[in-house]
């Protein structure tokens, strides 16, 4: 018996399914009938675990009477609720993510706005700091480098550098 959620937001990735193997025993419905998840999708081992102690249950409540529409019925219900959860989830861990580069980047901002000394080369090498590195300001700063060392770094060696700093960017910032 397959069971499939409907899709909760727009995203189309975003359901769960499962199919239901019953067995049924000589003595249905006095006696319980074996279920098992065949297959899932989007659901992990542990929910899958929940799941079928959750049926258990009904199937206990249940014996004595003709029971699997009433099992497919309590896990379509405990499937729906389930995805509803995960992407409450979801959204909480995305939303917290968010903020806490917030306040990330509000602190780097706050730190080099109260560096005691004015010169945009110290700036510019503070970015390199590695707890400084993951912020937007620390990007633009880090970009400014080679203007201060003008001695140091060749225009043969400028363009390679900006190619740094793009995959840089690329690779943390394109990761969240």
């Not at 102690?53 to 309590?74: D, K, P």
């Not at 959860?85 to 917290?96: D, G, M, P, R, Y």
């Not at 306040?103 to 730190?111: F, K, P």
């Not at 390199?128 to 060749?154: F, I």
Request: glycine share 2%.
């Amino acid at each position: 018996m397959d069971i499939k959620t409907e899709n909760a937001t727009d995203n189309p990735e975003e359901y769960a399914a499962i199919s239901l193997k019953f067995t049924y025993v000589p003595s249905y419905p006095d006696e319980a009938p074996i279920v098992e998840v065949a297959d899932s999708e989007n659901l992990s081992d542990p929910d899958i675990e929940d799941l079928m102690e959750f049926l258990q249950s009904i199937i206990q409540e249940n014996l004595g009477m003709v029971m699997v529409y009433t099992i497919v019925s309590e896990a379509s219900e405990w499937l729906s609720k389930r995805l509803v959860t995960v992407i409450s989830e979801k959204k909480k861990a995305e939303e917290l993510r968010i903020q806490q580069a917030e306040e990330e980047e509000r602190a780097y901002i706050g730190l080099v706005e109260k560096m005691p000394f004015a010169n945009p080369f110290l700036k510019a090498v503070a970015s390199l700091d590695p707890c400084n590195r993951k912020t937007s300001v620390a990007l633009e700063l880090m970009k400014e480098l080679p203007l201060y060392a003008l001695n140091v770094v060749q225009d043969s060696e400028k363009e390679a550098y900006d190619l740094e700093i793009h995959s840089f960017q690329n690779n943390h910032f394109s990761s969240k």
